[in-house]
Antibody, heavy 120, light 107 residues
């Protein structure tokens, strides 16, 4: 069974940093592109970032580029999102999501989400 | 950036009835569109990809159609577990984008 479990969410002040983790199981993690998608309260999901299977390529939404960094450790079956210079508008539930095949930007499995609240 | 507009925002349907949800794109997507279902407090769940292909384990009462700029998700006979919010998402070009959602509620 495919499972994605996020951790690391919490309350942080504006300008602060947080690192999210997503631990994967039930599939060959190193074979899949992985993504982060966030969802602000009462809003639709918003794609944030992706990383390819061997961590040689990444990209980011304009709203987070230069502040967020996506990485992965295939030996640990874990995906990360380092979030710096956080703003109130980054408040959201952050989901890690699996792309089914190379190059896909749609998502066949999602984690349960990690809530990030940016507030003073 | 391609924008998706979903309608209606809220759809009130009785159990057993048919529900038809619309997703309109600001530019052609070919068939690069997915549909997701989201229940309160849960992550989105993939229903449809490639505009019309059901994901693994999705009941046959869910069907997707359309291409280009007009897409439809149809639930042929609503069950109690189908009351939820439904999102369309395009992956035709960067960045991928989700619509604002349609809430299907009990009439």
């Amino acid at each position: 069974e495919v499972q994605l479990v996020e951790s690391g969410g919490g309350l942080v002040q504006p300008g602060g940093s947080l690192r999210l983790s997503c631990t994967a199981s039930g599939f060959i993690f190193s074979s899949h592109w992985m993504h982060w998608v966030r969802q602000a309260p009462g809003k639709g999901p918003l794609w944030v970032s992706r990383i390819n299977s061997d961590a040689t390529g990444t990209d980011y939404a304009d709203s987070v580029r230069g502040r967020f960094t996506i990485t992965r450790d295939n030996a640990k079956n874990t995906l990360y999102l380092q979030m710096n210079s956080l703003r109130a508008e980054d408040t959201a539930v952050y989901y890690c999501a699996r792309a089914p095949s190379y190059g896909d930007y749609w998502f066949d499995f999602w984690g349960q989400g990690a809530l990030v609240t940016v507030s003073s | 950036e391609i924008v998706l507009t979903q309608s209606p925002v809220t759809l009130s349907v009785s159990p057993g009835e048919r529900a038809t949800l619309s997703c309109r794109a600001s530019q052609s997507l070919s068939n690069n569109l997915a549909w997701y279902q989201q229940k309160p407090g849960q992550a989105p769940r993939l229903l449809i990809f490639g505009a019309s292909t059901r994901a693994t384990g999705i009941p046959a009462r869910f069907s997707g159609s359309g291409s280009g700029t007009e897409f439809t998700l149809t639930i042929s006979s609503l069950q109690s577990e189908d009351f939820a919010v439904y999102y369309c998402q395009h992956y035709n070009s960067w960045p991928p984008f989700f619509g604002g959602g349609t809430k299907v509620e009990i009439k």
